[in-house]
């Protein structure tokens, strides 16, 4: 059985002894703040995504991660490229289909997706139940469903493409089909933080790209430092205004034995 919060301070101490270069096709909204968590926990961040250099750029990168949030059909084909590329020089990338439900495109471009064989699909509980089929409540990017009640949809979708899945929420959960890994922490603030998840999905890809092998323990790393770092700053912040600078100043200070310290995780 993985030690997983002493799993999780070796990946950051990690991280930062690397600096891995992480390739985020991300939303137009997320860019500012994805690419100043990626920076704050200690990784470089790139958002390359035009068809032209997306997947040349993916060979370059250590990892890619790949968010659907503002859809434009002209991100499509670069989004393909680099997933292609990282599938076939085996870098680890990071799908996240958010709200993929709403519409025809969005599930069309998902389903491409998906058969390039993301290592980590990250998502909150309503995209993954239903990525897996069965009937959520999200409306729009916005969950109404609990992680509990998406941990089935989350072991069947990772069985199903041999993947990690992420349900974030009150609670979050890591499965790859037979382990399940739930952590607390986080704050309340953070849903009132647009584009938090989807910076969340960056950083996984910063956490894979130094663990190669081991998703699970890299997905749960980043979640961890993040359920860590919100409570830390939520401690401070005075709404959702001021959380965004508690957070990053709390991603950056933090160091690998208090993120042991303070992980609280529970592995079945």
């Given at each position: 059985m993985t030690d997983f919060p002493s799993s999780c301070g070796t990946l950051l101490e990690a991280l930062r002894a690397s600096n891995p270069l992480i390739q985020c096709i991300t939303n137009d909204v997320s860019m500012n703040i994805a690419a100043n968590v990626l920076l704050a926990a200690g990784a470089s961040p790139a958002m390359v995504s035009a068809e032209e250099e997306a997947a040349e750029f993916a060979r370059i990168a250590a990892a890619v991660t790949i968010n659907i949030g503002t859809l434009w059909?002209?991100?499509?084909?670069?989004?393909r490229g680099a997933a292609g590329a990282a599938k076939e020089t085996g870098k680890p990338w990071v799908l996240d289909p958010v709200a993929h439900y709403a519409t025809s495109f969005r599930r069309r471009v998902v389903g491409e997706l998906l058969e390039l064989q993301p290592t980590i699909v990250r998502g909150n509980a309503s995209e993954v139940m239903a990525l897996a089929g069965l009937e959520s409540r999200g409306q729009g990017v916005d969950s109404r469903d609990s992680s509990l009640a998406a941990e089935t949809a989350a072991v069947d979708l990772a069985r199903r493409f041999a993947?990690?899945?992420?349900?974030?929420?009150?609670?979050?959960?890591?499965?790859?089909?037979?382990r399940r890994v739930w952590i607390e922490g986080g704050s309340t603030l953070m849903p009132k933080v647009t584009a938090l998840g989807c910076a969340l999905t960056c950083l996984t890809g910063a956490f894979a790209a130094v663990a190669p092998g081991r998703a699970l323990e890299a997905t749960v790393a980043a979640m961890t430092l993040f359920a860590v770092c919100g409570e830390d700053a939520s401690h401070r912040?005075?709404?959702?205004?001021?959380?965004?600078?508690?957070?990053?100043?709390?991603?950056?200070?933090?160091?690998?034995?208090?993120l042991e310290s303070e992980a609280?995780?529970?592995?079945e």
């Open positions: 059909a002209a991100d499509v084909p670069g989004m993947c990690v899945v992420a349900v974030t929420g009150e609670i979050d959960l890591v499965t790859d089909g037979r912040a005075e709404g959702p205004g001021s959380f965004p600078p508690l957070f990053l100043d709390a991603l950056a200070a933090i160091g690998p034995k208090r609280r995780i529970q592995a």
